[in-house]
């Protein structure tokens, strides 16, 4: 009896060794003959998706793909089929206008499940076809000069905004957590523009029907899921039991209410205001063979989902910075005051200022509203690096706006630090090396929007909402950290999050 049961239990064992042995086997079979072998990374990732789904899920992603870049070099391998590119000069390639590199698996994660059914969009979509499509009929409502259409919309939501500061703050000298409050104004002017009324966020002082925490929450399950994408099938798109957050859902959800409310008023006979849902449902005429009300969902999705929190993003990184920078702050407040223009600002009267532009592309650098790799797919006949290393047709490639924007062939040494001089003319340059180098400069930190045919249409917008709200805050108020060692804590999910931002907001006496 003792015999047979070292003779299983004898069995048992080698039947695990042997396992193990195959295991090793795959795994060296794997890294020798890799298309990818010659591409170095951290040694997990050459095996499995799991060590950067991992790192993506601890918020801060962007950190550690700036340090894979600086140990191993110009090309990560990142995963076993997903290589990070670190090259300014790629971006145009692998971002291009013509023939565009399709999107990765990784964007299917923010697809919407309705009635069993997934449906993707315009930010998420694979089929670039598809994609150009249903832009062509509202790229020409995104310019700068249609957005500007918009100011006094902003506007209304802009005095909201710093009356609120002014009565809760400035009287009473409560901490404002601006955090908080600039997603509030971020949100709110996003509303406003895209369907004439405000979600509310400002007045009652407080997240509305969960719209920003629901958002959050989706983008917390996307980035790491996103990076095994076949998860999502078996969590949220599984047709038995649905696991986790719902990405995009409630922006949907809550798209579909407006529509419906709209056509409701229109046929109770009341106004009409020049918004983007106003917009989009007068392309019905133009384009009726693709223009439906769920493509106005479609397309108010976006306006809800996107605008708020990769604006409110770069809004958080202003106020941080100038807070923890007094030279910057007092610059600013320096050429705001002698521009001496009426408030709210408006665009006319800002557009040319030198530091506040200075500011503001510092904060999008320094700070990307958007800072993982924005996966493409290698075109079939692959592609040669400038260094001669060829990755075949198929692989996931992408640059992460947050490892160019410190590359220090760009920006100059200090590309880790906040330093808005940097977009000034120094001293020793001409005029047409200034603007070469500034040229430069902002191809690189323009990506922070992406690039080619899927760059984010509502870049004009949120550069004028930022301008014009700092133009106006700092005019009207000194905004300074409670305590200026504090720092503040963020969370990289796709959007950056930045928290516990408390600040004094008290009116300014101008001397």
């Not at 918009?150 to 209304?156: A, K, P, V, W």
């Amino acid at each position: 009896m003792d015999f047979l049961v070292l003779l299983v239990h004898g069995s048992l064992l080698w039947a695990v060794i042997y396992a193990i042995l195959c295991c090793i086997a795959v795994i060296l079979f794997w890294e020798l003959f890799s298309p990818l072998h010659a591409f170095p990374g951290p040694p997990a990732a050459r095996f499995t998706n799991i060590w950067r789904a991992m790192v993506t899920a601890s918020g801060h992603v962007d950190q550690a793909n700036i340090k894979w870049h600086r140990t191993y070099g110009s090309a990560v391998r990142v995963g076993p089929n997903t290589i990070s590119i670190n090259d300014p000069e790629l971006i145009r390639t692998i971002y291009a206008t013509k023939n565009p590199w399709p999107k990765s698996d990784m964007y299917r994660t923010n697809d919407v499940l309705i009635n069993g059914v997934r449906l993707s969009n315009l930010f998420n979509t694979q089929d670039n076809h598809w994609h150009d499509t249903y832009m062509n009929p509202i790229r020409s409502l995104w310019t700068m000069t249609k957005v500007l259409d918009m100011e006094s919309l902003i506007d209304e939501t802009l005095n909201k905004f710093t009356a609120k500061m002014d009565v809760k703050f400035a009287d009473v000298e409560h901490n404002c957590m601006m955090d908080e409050w600039l997603g509030y104004f971020a949100w709110d002017v996003m509303a406003n523009i895209s369907f004439g009324k405000h979600y509310g966020f400002i007045d009652e002082e407080r997240d509305v029907e969960n719209l920003i925490a629901d958002s959050t929450k989706g983008l917390y399950y996307f980035a790491p899921i996103s990076q095994i994408p076949w998860l999502d099938c078996l969590l949220d798109k599984n047709l038995i039991k649905r696991i986790g957050p719902k990405p995009t859902l409630t922006g949907v959800n809550y798209a579909i209410d407006v529509v419906t409310t709209y056509h409701q008023a229109l046929g109770s006979g009341s106004g009409r205001v020049e918004h983007y849902l106003d917009k989009y449902v007068k392309l019905k005429e133009a384009h009726p063979k693709i223009m439906d009300d769920n493509q106005v969902v479609n397309y108010l999705m976006l306006n809800i989902l996107a605008g708020g929190d990769t604006t409110s993003s770069t809004m958080r990184a202003v106020v941080y910075y100038l807070s923890k920078n007094t030279s910057a702050y007092q610059k600013l407040i320096s050429e705001l005051d002698a521009a001496n223009f009426s408030l709210p600002a408006k665009w006319r009267d800002i557009r040319k200022l030198t530091y506040l532009d200075a500011v503001v592309q510092e904060a999008l650098r320094i700070n990307p509203g958007i800072a993982m790799i924005l996966e493409r797919v290698v075109p079939q006949s692959g592609f040669t690096l400038p260094d001669g290393r060829f990755i075949p047709g198929g692989t996931a490639i992408g640059i992460n706006p947050a490892v160019t924007n410190r590359n220090v062939d760009v920006f100059g040494q200090d590309a880790d630090h906040f330093n808005p001089d940097r977009w000034l003319k120094k001293d020793e340059e001409n005029e047409e090396e200034f603007r070469d180098r500034c040229r430069k400069m902002k191809d690189v930190a323009s990506f922070v929007f992406g690039g080619g045919n899927r760059v984010c249409m509502g870049r004009n917008l949120a550069i004028l909402e930022i301008y014009k709200l700092f133009a106006t805050l700092y005019s009207l108020f000194d905004i300074k950290l409670v305590n200026n060692d504090h720092s503040w804590k963020y969370h990289n999910a796709w959007f950056v999050y930045q928290y516990n931002i408390p600040m004094t907001v008290s009116r300014r006496v101008k001397t």
